[in-house]
């Protein structure tokens, strides 16, 4: 595969993947891999594949392409592209939690002389160094880095980094306990995805939204973080974003908890993660949270004692009878009776239904 045609084959696998066709983009890509013999085309298709699987939460994978893409700078000679390839291996070990090589990398990658991407992707290797440094509590430093890269994007323009940035000073700000701050950035981050972030990804948006989530949860606000953690995973689970969709589902969790709805909490974690197993076909851990979601139905009595369908499982009108039990009201309007079908007690008011 020459070079115009690995060019036209990287092309059309962004198409796909643009358009939510990921596993069919991999293949595209991996082909493009496997039959081309341009350097620097391999090298853009690495770089894709990076982005791909960091999206899908299969950070093992995105190591090892990383990996592959350096050796590949290494062939090109190319200072530019070795950068790249260590932000792409700095940003690999930071998902997998390996904060110091992350730290190192960056370093690296600092050091380089006399690259044209330094003053372009400057910025986005202190922003990983500040994410490293972040999971490592080193505040100070942290801090430091992100306010490096804050300077990055202000003096080239850069909106999309400011956006990242921001969202990730307010995860800073939530660790440090500083709840107004840790609200103040991610809703900056909302801004500029409104304003310049037309032609840009949902998923900063998404980013955006569940930062705003976590903040106002903090807060006590917990209606704006429920309407914030809604919208992020409804964009995660279009775009099959699996890192952002289980901290939806925890943000959830907290949200409930903090309300003292434990059991709630426990039928939300079951219902979206039965939602995200059944659309990746994972048939064995969708059957686990069938059963958990229906046991924790039993134990919550969340059931219309009617025609014995889970309430809350899907959008429908309810009617709470004087004795507490619920019903669907539909299910009351069609049996007519004027006791409680589960205690029969006689408290139902002529045209409480």
């Not at 300077?151 to 956006?163: G, K, S, T, V």
């Not at 699996?242 to 959830?252: E, I, Y």
Request: aromatic share 8%.
């Amino acid at each position: 595969m020459g070079q115009d045609q690995t060019k036209q084959q990287i092309e059309k696998g962004l198409q796909l993947y643009q358009s939510n066709q990921t596993e069919k983009a991999l293949q595209v890509w991996m082909k493009v891999l496997e039959k081309s013999s341009d350097l620097v085309g391999r090298f853009r298709v690495l770089g894709c594949l990076v982005t791909a699987h960091s999206e899908m939460g299969r950070y093992k994978e995105m190591l090892k392409f990383a990996v592959v893409q350096i050796d590949t700078a290494r062939e090109l000679e190319d200072a530019d592209f070795l950068l790249e390839s260590y932000l792409n291996l700095a940003r690999s070990n930071e998902k997998l939690c390996e904060f110091h090589k992350t730290i190192s990398y960056c370093k690296t990658c600092l050091g380089l002389p006399g690259t044209r991407a330094g003053a372009q992707l400057g910025g986005q290797v202190s922003l990983s160094m500040g994410n490293a440094f972040l999971g490592l509590s080193v505040f100070q430093k942290a801090l430091e880095s992100f306010e490096k890269a804050l300077r990055y994007a202000h003096n080239n323009d850069d909106a999309m980094l400011e956006c990242r940035v921001c969202c990730s000073l307010g995860s800073f700000y939530a660790q440090v306990k500083d709840y107004e701050k840790a609200l103040f950035f991610p809703c900056k981050a909302a801004e500029l995805v409104s304003d310049y972030g037309k032609g840009w990804s949902l998923k900063y948006r998404a980013m955006s939204q569940y930062h705003m989530a976590v903040a106002y949860r903090l807060l006590g606000h917990l209606g704006s973080a429920m309407e914030c953690c809604e919208e992020s995973m409804k964009i995660a689970l279009q775009h099959g974003d699996r890192p952002l969709q289980a901290l939806c589902l925890l943000c959830f969790a907290d949200i409930h908890r903090s309300r003292g709805d434990l059991e709630l909490s426990q039928l939300k974690l079951h219902c979206l993660s039965e939602g995200i197993y059944r659309s990746k076909g994972l048939q064995r851990e969708l059957r686990a949270h069938v059963v958990r979601f229906h046991e924790c139905v039993e134990e919550t009595e969340l059931y219309c004692g009617l025609c014995g369908e889970s309430i809350g499982e899907r959008n429908s009108r309810l009617q709470a009878l004087p004795c507490s039990h619920i019903f669907h009201l539909r299910c009351l309007q069609n049996n007519g009776t004027r006791s409680c079908p589960n205690c029969r007690r006689s408290s139902m008011k002529p045209g409480f239904v």
